[in-house]
């Protein structure tokens, strides 16, 4: 009886697929996040069980999942990015103009390297909790209200703790930047 349901499971997956994964690519601009989606879609398909088996029409159940999944995707407030952060000083640069464009030759690729490294070394001289809610909201792109429920600490406690590294953060990188502007 598995058999048959991981059989009739494969059909689904091999007919729906490609094209479900068209209809969230045109509808969703980043690739991995349409990857993501899909993903998701076809997750919520496998482990629905029984249930998915007496779908009538399961092409129309997936695409109707898959749309709910794109306006969900949508609907989430996007982490704020590095660059959007208030800087400490008005003359400071935007974190992207610190560092050189990787196309822009051999010497911009060497700086941008040491930069990036100087980057991982001055996170790691961050405080464990600012370190912890730099990380995870600018890198893994985690919400301030997920991290809060996971620490049993308030929004205002992470945002805070975020705003010190940041200015920890830019103020060490801009000496780096500095030299590499006398060069």
């Known amino acids: 009886m598995a058999v048959a349901a991981d059989t ?5 997956l091999e007919r729906y697929g490609p094209r479900l994964a068209k209809f969230i690519r045109r509808r969703v601009p980043d690739r991995f996040d349409a990857e993501d989606i899909l993903q998701e879609v076809l997750y919520q398909f496998v482990t629905s069980g029984d249930t998915a088996h007496s779908i009538d029409q ?4 997936l695409f109707r999942v898959a749309r709910s999944r794109i306006i969900d995707f949508f609907r989430r407030k996007r982490p704020a990015r590095f660059a959007d952060l208030p800087r ?3 003359d400071q640069p935007p974190f992207e103009d610190l560092l050189p464009s990787a196309d822009a030759g051999p010497d911009a690729a060497y ?3 040491v930069l990036m490294r ?5 996170i790691d ?3 464990e909790e600012q370190r912890y809610v730099f990380v995870a ?3 893994e792109g985690r919400s301030f209200k997920e991290l809060a429920a996971e620490a049993g600490l308030s929004i205002n406690t992470l945002l805070s703790r975020k705003h010190y590294a ?10 780096i930047y500095k030299e590499f502007k006398t060069i």
């Open 8 to 12: 009739a499971t494969s059909d689904v």
């Open 58 to 61: 399961v092409g129309a159940w």
């Open 88 to 90: 400490a000083s008005s």
């Open 111 to 113: 700086a941008r390297s």
């Open 118 to 122: 100087e980057l991982a070394d001055a």
């Open 125 to 127: 001289e961050l405080p």
């Open 137 to 139: 909201h600018e890198v």
């Open 166 to 175: 940041v200015i920890y953060l830019r103020g060490r990188l801009e000496e």
